[in-house]
């Protein structure tokens, strides 16, 4: 499982909740995956598919929607993968009633964002191939 260090120095894992300034958020998505955001990875948190912020775009999801709802809501998945963990993608959406999104991002104006965990850096290279 991916880490990060916490604010005390310890290290977390990334499926319990982190909490991240919007500048330490993008350059944790850089040393994981690049430079070019297209190619960020993240885990829906209900039925664990990997998507890439690509894979939203291509679905024609609007930006808001990356790491937050499912890409399975803009390809037509149906209710019976989510909250499943497994088989997605699933319609599962970060502002329902469940908030299972397991990263918080603060904005500079004091916005905090629930977000998708980042996709461990060896899930996103099989995913790829």
Known sequence: MADKRSASGGMVEMSESVKFTHADWKAEA???????????????PSCGH???????KDAGAPEGAVAFSCIGRYTGAGDDKTFRRAGGPCNYAG?????????QVEFDEGKVQAVFAFADADVAVEVQA
């Open 30 to 44: 850089v040393r994981r995956f690049g430079s070019d955001p297209m190619g960020w990875k993240f885990v829906c």
């Open 95 to 103: 502002g329902g009633l469940f908030g299972l999104n397991p990263v």
């Open 50 to 56: 990997v998507a890439s912020v690509k894979d939203w």
